[in-house]
Structures are given as structure tokens and as C-alpha cells.
């Protein structure tokens, strides 16, 4: 592998992070992309080549590619899709507006920055796509339609894509993570706050104990994991020479992942029914 190079987005905490500073570490030439100045600031500071993109932003995504060509002599060899949010609410709660920018975040961006970046890698030989998606790409829970329906899109998308790139030299992966110890709660509860009316939602008292669990009220989810967790499984993706289609993370993950296979769909249901409230 003469050219490990690789675009990272998502990159001010948790599993971005760790994951830019992790495979630099390990001689990849990273570049790592943020919002906001202070984190840009911060992952320079680290020795990272930091970008600005936005997923929302078009332009910014177009410029970020344009950016690492140049860099790059119009090489690239890996893509680590890892931004996104998890808006929260009821299906019957959301608006349009609010699933279209879940969808701008998660989906549409994702998909931009992919065929942009895939020139590259084209250029250079050949490479790796990876999507960082989710358990509940896996499975859905309720009270969290946005998010399963975003990752679901990117499942579908990230399958169909590995299969029209067989023999091109470029793999694609989906990790499926499960929870991790990051801010993406953090970032749920504002979403939630400000785009779900809670006071005059018939789901107005479920709504209270999942704030009671976004703020920290209840018990801790004992099945965390460190997002160091993510940049073992996206190692092996960016470099076995034979990389697997699917890696999950957590147990819960591999849990949903198996009852999906076994259970028939009423039985699912049930404990999915029961999981979605869990603290």
C-alpha cells in the first residue's frame, strides 16, 4: 500500500478523532475534517492536515475534495464517511423540514463527498470507502425514525455501491457501531429540544424519560465502548487486502444482528419494543 492517504470527516471528538489520530499514529498521511474554527485549530495542532466541510454545505464538500487533489496530485486512498447527527422524535413528530436536513447530514452529504472522492481513488489504483453507519442501520427503534431511516439509506447505498465497484480495486465497508462513549448524545439532545415540539406531543411522557436519559439521569448504557473500538475495525478495513463488507462493533450490535436473522418478525418487534425504552 504505497499511498495511505485518507479523508476523515467528523473529526472534532469521538470516533473521528480517535480514529485521524489513531491511523496517524500508524503512518497514514490523514486528513481530518471539522466545523468549527477551534476544532480546524485543534487537529492541526495534532499534526493532522484539518479541513473545513460541512455535510450540509455542498460547496464545502466540493471544495474539501478540490483541496486534498491538489495535496494529493489528484490521489486518494481511503474515504472514512464518520459526521452525522441523530435527530430524535417520533415519526408522527417530524416535520418535513427536520427529516430533509437529517437526510442533508447523514445521507446526501455522504453520498456528494463519496463520488467526488471516488476519482481519486480511481486515479490512484484503486482504494477503500468506508461508511461509519449504525446498529440502527441494522435494526429500527422506535422514537428514532430519522436517524434508522438515514442509516437505513446508507446501508442500501453503501451495498449497491460495493457490488458496482467489484474488480475496480476499490473496496467499500459499513461499520456498524453500536454505543460508544462520544458527544453524539450531546448533539441528540439539542436536536431534540429544538426540533420536536415534546410539550404538546402525544408522546409528550416517553419523551420525559428519554430526556431524563439524554441529560444523564438515568443509568449509564453498560455496553460503551471507547470509540478506540471503531479505529480497530476501521484498521482492518482500510488495510486487510481482503476487507469485510460488514463489521460490528458492540455487542448490541451483534446481538440485533443476529436476533434479525433468527427471530420471526413478531418476536423482533417485542424486543425491539422493549430495547427502544431501555436506559
Not at 70 to 94: C, I, K, P, S
Amino acid at each position: 500500500m504505497d499511498n495511505r492517504s485518507i479523508l476523515i470527516t467528523g473529526c472534532s471528538s469521538g470516533i473521528g478523532r480517535a480514529c485521524a489520530l489513531g491511523l496517524k499514529a500508524r503512518g497514514w498521511r490523514v486528513f481530518a475534517t471539522a466545523r468549527g474554527k477551534e476544532d480546524i485549530a485543534d487537529l492541526q495542532g495534532h499534526g493532522l492536515e484539518a479541513l473545513y466541510l460541512d455535510y450540509a454545505e455542498p460547496d464545502s464538500v466540493r471544495a474539501c475534495v478540490e483541496r486534498v487533489a491538489e495535496r494529493t496530485e489528484g490521489r486518494l486512498f481511503a474515504l472514512f464517511n464518520n459526521g452525522a447527527y441523530g435527530q430524535l422524535g417520533a415519526v408522527e413528530d417530524l416535520s418535513r423540514a427536520v427529516l430533509e436536513a437529517q437526510f442533508q447530514a447523514n445521507v446526501f452529504g455522504w453520498h456528494d463527498l463519496t463520488v467526488r472522492a471516488l476519482p481519486l481513488m480511481r486515479a490512484n489504483g484503486g482504494g477503500r470507502v468506508v461508511q461509519n453507519s449504525s446498529v440502527l442501520g441494522v435494526v429500527a427503534m422506535k422514537w428514532r425514525g430519522a436517524y434508522n431511516a438515514s442509516k437505513f439509506a446508507i446501508e442500501g447505498l453503501s451495498d449497491t455501491l460495493r457490488l458496482e465497484l467489484r474488480g475496480s480495486g476499490i473496496h467499500v465497508s459499513t461499520i456498524e457501531p453500536g454505543p460508544i462513549w462520544s458527544r453524539f448524545v450531546e448533539h441528540a439532545l439539542r436536536h431534540f429540544e429544538q426540533n420536536i415540539d415534546i410539550e404538546h406531543s402525544p408522546y409528550r411522557d416517553v419523551y420525559q424519560h428519554h430526556l431524563k436519559r439524554l441529560r444523564g439521569e438515568t443509568k449509564p448504557n453498560p455496553f460503551k465502548l471507547p470509540p478506540e473500538a471503531v479505529l480497530k475495525k476501521l484498521v482492518h478495513a482500510l488495510e486487510h487486502p481482503r476487507p469485510k463488507p460488514k463489521y460490528y462493533v458492540t455487542f448490541p450490535t451483534h446481538l440485533m444482528a443476529l436476533l434479525r436473522r433468527v427471530l420471526p418478525w413478531r418476536v423482533l418487534d417485542a424486543v425491539l419494543d422493549k430495547a427502544s425504552d431501555a436506559n
